[in-house]
């Protein structure tokens, strides 16, 4: 079979190495490009002193801006929702992600877990009041679903929802909440006598607070919080109706993940680009770093597992805008993607040497966020059960 030319074949490209580019619409990287050059102009100037300050200061303003780009929900349809492919809001958590762990959180807390909830299990009434503003950024949304004691384990959560005449009433408590301390809504899951149910609660509730979390050394320019419940009273229409069992919010958890397995890719990404530069221009025993085999061979190294990555997180979104992404198939991209580049920021940190601690560069920054985003949305171990699980057709979980 002839060959084509050299003429013909483009550029090597470090940035884009495999060519990934060439599998994307014209539509799915002015997504792309929109998102970087946000982040670019609003986050990266200030995030390193964000992050040192341990806040993310105006964060109801950046909230209404990312409503304007239309980044929050971008993946689901109608109530002011976007209605963007599976691969365009995946392009957007990587770009996020790039900018800081903390702001693709919000983003995917905001659209993955709170409007989603409430777009696939809220009655009509319940995403006419609540979904267009959230898509909009007007109204933040928070995810109580981890408990003090259960993480892991939904199934054992000891918050409790309980009739009283024709309202509900919550008990409990639920930590590591993103957003929780400047959300307008949650949604809450609770135990009831008919299983696990989901809860539209407003933030101005009595007995609703969310006292935010301090002393964190991981995403420290995100808002993270417990929420308190401590006799809430709800209407019996404060119920998601489609929701019934641990199934609702698992399939919540899920949207979230899939967001991961793009977002941690851009976390690798920055990392890599950081050494990469630094890499052809300090200088060590008269020439460039880059320039010996060693460093290469962890460039090398580092850009294959960024573009496997990466071609896996495409792969999958494909999947999910068919309709045929299997859980089993999110839980390999989160396990592996994660995985991969918190590998991929520690040998960054090797190649800079000592400037690798500093947040004059985003390496160890990016490092310490991604500690997070390898336990939260299922643990390592979680996810290799679950693959253990398909694998074998035998449940390891008791």
């Known amino acids: ?28 990287l002015a997504v792309r490009d929109t998102v970087r050059a946000w982040a670019s102009d609003r986050v990266l100037p200030v995030i390193a002193d964000w992050y040192e300050r341990g806040e993310l200061p105006g964060v109801r303003e950046l909230a209404r801006e990312l409503g304007g780009l239309g980044a929050l929900g971008m993946h689901l349809e109608g109530y002011g929702c976007a209605g963007a492919s599976a691969v365009q809001y995946g392009l957007a958590c990587l770009e996020f992600e790039a900018a800081d762990s903390g702001i693709r959180s919000l ?9 989603y909830a409430i777009h696939r299990f809220g009655s009509e009434e319940q995403k006419q009041r609540w979904l267009p503003p959230m898509a909009a950024g007007e109204t933040i949304g928070c995810f109580g679903l981890t408990e003090p004691d259960h993480g892991s384990d939904p199934a054992g959560m ?10 509900w009433v919550l008990d409990g408590r639920k930590m590591w909440i993103t957003n929780g301390s400047v959300a307008g809504v949650a949604v809450v899951w609770a135990a009831t006598d008919d299983g696990v149910r989901g809860f539209v609660v407003p933030a101005d509730a009595p007995g609703f607070s969310a006292p935010e979390i301090k002393h964190k050394w991981s995403l420290r320019a995100s808002v993270t919080s417990e929420l308190v419940l401590d006799g809430v009273r709800l209407p019996d229409d404060a119920m998601l109706p489609g929701a019934r069992g641990l199934g609702g919010p698992l399939s919540c958890l899920n949207q979230a993940r899939y967001g991961i397995v ?20 300090r200088e ?3 020439r460039p770093i880059g320039g010996f085999q060693l460093t290469q061979a962890k460039l090398a190294d580092m850009a294959l597992e960024l573009h496997k990555g990466i071609l896996l997180a495409h792969h999958l979104g494909r999947r999910m805008d068919a309709g045929t992404l299997r859980p089993e198939q999110v839980s390999f991209g989160k396990l592996n993607n994660v995985r991969e580049a918190i590998e991929i920021c520690r040998t960054a940190r090797t190649i800079l040497g000592a400037n690798g601690i500093s947040l004059e560069y985003p390496v160890m920054r990016h490092a310490t966020n991604l500690e997070s985003v390898l ?3 299922g643990t390592v171990e979680m996810h290799q059960l679950v ?12």
């Open 107 to 115: 983003v995917s807390v905001q659209g993955s877990l709170a409007m």
């Open 262 to 281: 793009w977002g941690a890719m851009g976390a690798a990404r920055a990392c890599f680009e950081s050494a990469l530069g630094y890499s052809r221009e």
């Open 387 to 398: 693959l253990g699980k398909a694998l074998t057709g035998l449940d390891a979980f008791r």
């Open 1 to 28: 079979m002839p060959q084509p030319s050299a003429a013909k074949r483009p550029p090597f490209d470090p940035g884009d190495p495999l060519g990934i580019d060439d599998l994307l619409a014209p539509e799915d």
């Open 284 to 286: 060590q025993f008269g």
């Open 375 to 377: 336990t939260y949305e």
């Open 158 to 167: 000891r918050t409790r929802a309980r009739r009283d005449g024709g309202d």
